[in-house]
């Protein structure tokens, strides 16, 4: 985590990114910055386009548009095989099915050998060094010849994790880590993660829907709405939410902070305009017109929304 006083250095940097399959828009026009040592949030509902946004960042989907820079060097908008492995060498992502991402043929052992095989770091050493990562996650060097079948989904998830920070990447993604666990583990994990951030010092982008988790971890947060950032924030997103959306997600969780609001009916967003009118409670002609983008108010929060004025007056 960055030192309180300690100037922010941009790690990367996404400028207008866009991601389309088809007719349908994942990530829209999307502009956002993870520093160096950060850890950033992202949040919302199920199909907000959040995963899509981490794979692209990876390379593992290509962008429809927009760029992405990380260290100050564009990123190719293909990946071939030597530019994705570069790319792996600096970004790397923990998922949220650890078990898919694994091979069920691979021991442990073989599974934390491979990414330093890949990348050609710590020749020689891979044996010792995977080991010593079993230990860091808090699984018993015995389990080295074990499979993943035969683990359990927090074991899993703590090798999935250990796979991720091995190579001692910049950027580690975290695709929902661990919204499939029971919560005993997830707190285990939760753990983890934060150890394993403040001890290397990586920035970390920690995606995910629940609130509360996110709260806990992250020093900005972005909220994601149908493929578009409409809020971003430092910790008192959730404490004092300024979107309309964010203020509903705020209630809808209210161990993230935040009273419980009446619920309204889940319309589908609006395919003109702001995409969130249909559920909001202040829309008006303005939002039907144009699409609303990101403002910065005076405490460097931004906030996406035609009537945030009006919305504040309201609520005074």
């Known amino acids: 985590m960055l030192a309180l006083g300690a100037a922010?250095?941009?790690?990367?940097?996404?400028?207008?990114?866009?991601?389309?399959?088809?007719?349908?828009?994942?990530?829209?026009?999307?502009?956002?910055?993870?520093?160096?040592?950060?850890?950033?949030?992202?949040?919302?509902?199920?199909?907000?386009?959040?995963?899509?946004?981490?794979?692209?960042?990876?390379?593992?989907?290509?962008?429809?548009?927009?760029?992405?820079?990380?260290?100050?060097?564009?990123?190719?908008?293909?990946?071939?095989?030597?530019?994705?492995?570069?790319?792996a060498a600096l970004v790397q992502m923990v998922f949220q099915d650890?078990?898919?991402?694994?091979?069920?043929?691979?021991?442990?052992?073989?599974?934390?050998?491979?990414?330093?095989?890949?990348?050609?770091?710590?020749r020689g050493k891979e044996s010792r060094l995977a080991l010593d990562w079993l230990d860091r996650i808090g699984l018993p060097r015995r389990f080295a010849m074990r499979y993943p079948h035969e683990l359990s989904g927090g074991q899993r998830q703590r090798l999935g994790i250990a796979r991720a920070f091995i190579t001692e990447p910049r950027l580690v993604i975290c695709d929902e880590p661990v919204s499939a666990l029971d919560v005993s583990v997830q707190a285990q994990i939760i753990n983890l993660l934060q150890n394993l951030q403040r001890d290397t010092g990586v920035a970390m982008l920690f995606i995910a829907h629940d609130l509360a988790v996110v709260r806990l971890l992250a020093e900005r947060t972005a909220v994601m709405y149908h493929g578009r950032i409409v809020e971003l924030g430092?910790?008192?997103?959730?404490?004092?939410?300024?979107?309309?959306?964010t203020r509903a997600l705020v209630a809808a969780n209210p161990g993230a902070g935040g009273e419980l609001m009446e619920s309204r009916s889940l319309l589908p967003p609006a395919e003109t305009g702001c995409a969130y009118r249909k559920r909001c409670p202040y829309a008006a002609s303005v939002c039907e017109a144009s699409v609303p983008m990101l403002v910065t108010d005076e405490a460097d929060r931004q906030v996406a929304c035609h009537r945030l004025e009006d919305i504040d007056k309201l609520r005074r």
Do not use: W
């Open 234 to 245: 430092g910790r008192d997103v959730f404490a004092r939410p300024r979107h309309p959306y």
């Open 98 to 122: 650890a078990y898919s991402a694994m091979n069920p043929r691979m021991t442990l052992l073989d599974s934390l050998r491979e990414p330093l095989l890949l990348q050609g770091k710590q």
């Open 8 to 87: 922010a250095m941009s790690l990367l940097e996404i400028d207008r990114l866009s991601c389309r399959f088809g007719d349908v828009t994942a990530v829209d026009e999307v502009s956002l910055s993870v520093n160096e040592g950060e850890l950033l949030g992202l949040v919302g509902e199920s199909g907000s386009g959040k995963s899509t946004l981490g794979r692209a960042i990876c390379g593992l989907v290509p962008p429809s548009q927009g760029r992405i820079r990380f260290a100050g060097r564009p990123l190719p908008e293909r990946f071939t095989a030597s530019t994705f492995r570069r790319q």
